[in-house]
């Protein structure tokens, strides 16, 4: 890869598996963002859906898609995604990472939080895509420090994707009212303006964040794609948000572009 101007960051809010088959407002947003966005040579993508114990990169060279979900309709789980992946990729990521923190994984693939949105931002499947795993044993500090890692690769035409939700609290979805609770539009509202102010430091700390964070983020896999985004901002990079909705009560759609 040649030496080019920075690419965005993208920090998507994925939602529910059905945005991959849908027509919503979200699916438009992120198709927008793909078109108003430099065409990425390869696509990295850290998913609150691949949780593992050490962190892992995919070293297929094709990645299955994974329906890593139950209790939806059988359309959904005849898409595919046949992006290729790429091992090479896969060991220049571990060799910037530290080989000796970061393993390669060939039994993995794509899972929805990666191919769900990619399918709409890429239909044609034609960009390689290399998925990063989440170490649940890391502290997000420590996320935020392997994520800054990554930052050269912005400069080789790698997209880096965080997809996850700002809030996303499953078990107190509203399927049949959809009128966002009090809780989960402050806790957005909150979090949008500390990105607005670059202050990462608050947004690691996030416990400290009031009581909105414990109904928010009763667990932390979906919001920790958020700080891999935000710890590759530079200086120089602008900021903007889209789908910014909260849903089915307790889901943030909110997304950010950073560059």
Same mark, same amino acid.
């Not at 091992?87 to 990666?114: C, M, N």
């Not at 965080?162 to 966002?180: A, K, M, Q, Y």
């Given at each position: 890869?040649?030496?080019?101007?920075?690419?965005?960051?993208?920090?998507? !809010?994925?939602?529910?598996?059905?945005?991959?088959?849908?027509?919503?407002?979200?699916?438009?947003?992120?198709?927008?963002?793909?078109?108003?966005?430099?065409?990425?040579?390869?696509?990295?993508?850290?998913?609150?859906?691949?949780?593992?114990?050490?962190?892992?990169?995919?070293?297929?060279?094709?990645?299955?898609?994974?329906?890593?979900?139950?209790?939806?309709?059988?359309?959904?789980?005849?898409?595919?995604?046949?992006?290729?992946?790429?091992?090479?990729?896969?060991?220049?990521?571990?060799?910037?990472?530290?080989?000796?923190?970061?393993?390669?994984?060939?039994?993995?693939?794509?899972?929805?939080?990666?191919?769900?949105?990619?399918?709409?931002?890429?239909?044609?499947?034609?960009?390689?895509?290399?998925?990063?795993?989440?170490?649940?044993?890391?502290?997000?500090?420590?996320?935020?420090?392997?994520?800054?890692?990554?930052?050269?690769?912005?400069?080789?035409?790698?997209? +880096?994707?965080?997809? !996850?939700? +700002?809030?996303?609290?499953?078990?107190?979805?509203?399927?049949?009212?959809?009128?966002?609770?009090?809780?989960?539009?402050?806790?957005?509202?909150?979090?949008?303006?500390?990105?607005?102010?670059?202050?990462?430091?608050?947004?690691?700390?996030?416990?400290?964040?009031?009581?909105?964070?414990?109904?928010? +983020?009763?667990?932390?896999?979906?919001?920790?794609?958020?700080?891999?985004?935000?710890?590759?901002?530079?200086?120089?990079?602008?900021?903007?948000?889209?789908?910014?909705?909260?849903?089915?009560?307790? +889901?943030?759609?909110?997304?950010?572009?950073? !560059?």
């Amino acid at each position: 890869m040649t030496a080019e101007r920075q690419m965005p960051v993208l920090f998507v !809010g994925h939602g529910n598996p059905m945005n991959a088959i849908e027509e919503t407002p979200y699916v438009a947003a992120w198709r927008k963002e793909a078109r108003v966005i430099p065409r990425p040579k390869m696509i990295l993508c850290v998913s609150a859906h691949w949780e593992t114990d050490g962190t892992k990169v995919t070293a297929m060279k094709s990645p299955r898609t994974i329906h890593d979900f139950y209790g939806f309709p059988e359309e959904l789980f005849r898409v595919q995604y046949p992006a290729s992946g790429s091992p090479d990729f896969a060991e220049k990521v571990r060799e910037l990472a530290g080989p000796e923190t970061l393993a390669a994984d060939r039994s993995w693939g794509l899972d929805h939080g990666a191919w769900s949105v990619l399918r709409r931002m890429y239909p044609d499947a034609d960009v390689p895509v290399v998925q990063l795993s989440l170490d649940r044993k890391k502290s997000p500090r420590e996320h935020v420090v392997m994520a800054k890692k990554l930052l050269p690769f912005r400069k080789e035409g790698v997209l +880096i994707i965080g997809s !996850g939700n +700002i809030v996303h609290n499953l078990s107190l979805l509203r399927w049949n009212d959809e009128t966002p609770y009090p809780w989960a539009l402050e806790f957005n509202a909150l979090v949008t303006g500390l990105i607005r102010e670059g202050n990462i430091d608050r947004l690691i700390d996030y416990p400290s964040l009031g009581e909105a964070f414990r109904l928010s +983020i009763p667990t932390n896999e979906h919001y920790l794609p958020l700080l891999y985004a935000l710890a590759l901002r530079t200086p120089e990079d602008s900021l903007s948000f889209f789908a910014d909705q909260v849903v089915l009560g307790s +889901i943030s759609m909110q997304s950010v572009r950073i !560059g």
